[in-house]
């Protein structure tokens, strides 16, 4: 049995991927219940939730920390020239340097988008979010459980945009958390995309005589969309994300026993549009990263990446087809660490009228087109 939305390896690879509309079953209900199960778990589109949490971390009801988007993930590699290297094929832009940390940004307004450090281990440095206000980095800091391990604030004095920060480490498996506040945004590059007109059967968009060109380059990305983890006890992670932070569920897969195995988050900002997903997380034997996600232009622009990346010698993970939850178009490579890095792109946007979907682990579930699911991907 993988770990990865709870479904059987062997059943993903034998079956085709074909997904029917009815798998997707939108369902609210009213009634607060534990969020191991599978029945929907608000009934407040604002999630002011205030019951008991079954980690036993805490049960005080607290003030939200607001999140407002994801910022940027951070790795660390024993071999830090080749991931330099693949991450310039990946379509990063190196912005500094300071020390052994070498940051990277993509075409939009985010100073910096991951962070790769030489290390004498290969190993997922976290995630950043950036907070709402000083007083939900304050928050951070003096109201997290003990066992998150919460730092003071402290500068970012060394990255750029700069700003403040607050680290705190998972309090079921340890891994580390990033809260950033006060970055000072970049210009958006012109990553000089070439203007597509498509010519559907009936409706031709290109004016006589107009063709359409394309160069062969890395996929520029544009921004860091996602994160996912594989963690050793769902029920209490889920617990305290959805306790402590604006974490809200698009999405809940369940096993058979009707037990939640999988959560896509994305942020509850109200009436504002967010992507479907920005952090998801699935219980497994052994906690580790399972890949980080960043958004590029449009379709063109991932297969050009996907074709450069193949003939630099990279090794895919899986790709390229499109996702079920979320919707997005989705290649997932693997760096020369082994760390899976996707490239996506037409993902959903939601807002908070669109209510958790409860779905059951299936092989259908994973994709509607492309290759089939491999063993690497369900680990």
């Not at 599978?38 to 036993?56: E, I, K, Q, V, Y």
Request: glycine share 8%; charged share 20%; with cysteine.
């Amino acid at each position: 049995m993988s770990p990865l939305f709870g479904v059987s390896l062997p059943y993903l690879i034998i079956h085709p991927s074909l997904h029917s509309p009815d798998s997707f079953i939108a369902t609210f209900s009213i009634a607060a219940q534990s969020p191991l199960h599978r029945p929907d778990l608000f009934s407040d589109l604002h999630c002011n939730r205030s019951d008991t949490m079954a980690s036993g971390l805490s049960a005080t009801p607290l003030k939200k920390i607001n999140l407002v988007r994801i910022a940027h993930v951070s790795y660390k590699h024993k071999n830090i020239d080749e991931a330099k290297k693949f991450a310039e094929d990946f379509g990063f832009a190196q912005t500094a340097e300071v020390g052994k940390k070498t940051y990277y940004r993509g075409y939009g307004t985010e100073p910096f988008v991951i962070c790769l450090e030489a290390s004498n281990e290969d190993e997922f440095g976290g995630a950043a979010f950036v907070v709402e206000s000083m007083e939900d980095l304050m928050q951070a800091a003096k109201t997290l459980p003990n066992e998150c391990k919460a730092s003071e604030i402290y500068d970012l004095s060394d990255a750029p945009g700069g700003g403040k920060c607050v680290t705190f480490y998972d309090p079921v498996d340890g891994f580390p958390f990033h809260l950033v506040y006060g970055q000072t945004p970049v210009e958006a590059r012109d990553a000089d995309f070439p203007i597509v007109r498509f010519n559907f059967p009936n409706e031709k968009n290109r004016g006589p005589n107009e063709f359409q060109r394309f160069k062969k380059r890395p996929a520029p990305v544009h921004k860091l969309g996602h994160f996912g983890m594989c963690v050793t006890d769902f029920a209490k992670c889920y617990d305290f994300y959805t306790k402590y932070f604006n974490f809200f569920p698009s999405e809940l897969v369940h096993n058979d026993e009707g037990v939640n195995k999988t959560v896509f988050f994305r942020l509850n900002r109200g009436n504002d549009l967010v992507d479907h997903h920005c952090f998801f997380f699935f219980e497994g034997p052994k906690m580790h990263v399972h890949h980080s996600s960043f958004e590029t232009h449009d379709f063109d622009t991932q297969v050009l990446g996907h074709d450069w990346l193949r003939h630099q010698g990279y090794k895919n993970c899986w790709g390229v087809g499109r996702h079920v939850m979320g919707s997005q178009i989705f290649d997932y490579w693997f760096d020369p660490s082994g760390f899976i890095l996707e490239h996506y792109v037409d993902g959903d946007l939601l807002d908070m009228r669109e209510p958790t979907h409860n779905t059951k682990a299936a092989p259908d579930n994973l994709h509607v087109w492309g290759p089939e699911v491999p063993a690497t991907f369900l680990q």
